[in-house]
T-cell receptor, first 111, second 118 residues
Framework: GQQVMQIPQYQHVQEGEDFTTYCNSS?????IQWYKQRPGGHPVFLIQ?????EVKKQKRLTFQFGEAKKNSSLHITATQTTDVGTYFC???????????FGKGTKLSVKP | NAGVTQTPKFQVLKTGQSMTLQCAQD?????MSWYRQDPGMGLRLIHY???????DQGEVPNGYNVSRSTTEDFPLRLLSAAPSQTSVYFC?????????????????FGPGTRLLVL
């Protein structure tokens, strides 16, 4: 079945450093979504990417969808302590396929 | 709007007991889903619904039942609780809009129910 792998599992950075998490699917995706979950909280939707090679920005966050629609990345420039949390990618195999989540990357930021 | 609400927030069960986790949304979304989150496992889809009266299985449906009699409510029933069902359960809702042959969707999660089965 469809699998979504996410790396790294953990990332510790100094405040001001950049951070990137990568997501790879075993199958071509119709879309990929990114979520952020703060400690003790629930996942919060960040963005959806649907087009091959798509790049979207939200302030210091940059999201990319690969040309083959099988991989994606989230890059945070100049991390802040408010960026702490776990970032999940979730891929949908077809327009009606299930949404499969990666295991997440837990980001900690040292002030 | 309250968004997606879940009750209870915490629950302790004994093995073999049954219970229902409640989920409601007030955004008139047609899609609703139940996930469980275990340490190091991400979120796994249990069951989902694409509208009132329509439900289907996700990745890990065994031991759980769902029904969708109204657009607003999507309860999850544990038939006979087992320690392996100790987890955090999240309900989510979304609307999918077809725009230029691509589905646009935003999924909203509830605050979660922490379940401990002894």
């Amino acid at each position: 079945g469809q699998q979504v792998m996410q790396i790294p599992q953990y990332q510790h950075v100094q405040e001001g450093e950049d951070f990137t998490t990568y997501c790879n699917s075993s199958t071509t995706l119709s879309n990929i979504q990114w979520y952020k979950q703060r400690p003790g909280g629930h996942p919060v939707f960040l963005i959806q990417l649907v087009k091959s090679g798509e790049v979207k920005k939200q302030k210091r966050l940059t999201f990319q969808f690969g040309e083959a629609k099988k991989n994606s990345s989230l890059h945070i420039t100049a991390t802040q302590t408010t960026d702490v949390g776990t970032y999940f990618c979730a891929g949908r195999g077809g327009s009606q396929g299930n949404l499969i989540f990666g295991k997440g990357t837990k980001l900690s930021v040292k002030p | 709007n309250a968004g997606v609400t879940q009750t209870p927030k915490f629950q302790v069960l004994k093995t073999g007991q049954s219970m229902t986790l409640q989920c409601a949304q007030d955004m008139n979304h047609e899609y609703m889903s139940w996930y469980r989150q275990d340490p190091g496992m991400g979120l796994r889809l249990i069951h989902y619904s694409v509208g009132a009266g329509i439900t289907d299985q996700g990745e890990v449906p065994n031991g759980y039942n769902v029904s969708r009699s109204t657009t607003e409510d999507f309860p999850l029933r544990l038939l006979s609780a087992a320690p392996s069902q100790t987890s955090v359960y999240f309900c989510a809702s979304s609307r999918r809009l077809l725009r230029t042959s691509v589905y646009q969707e935003t999924q909203y999660f509830g605050p979660g129910t922490r379940l401990l089965v002894l």
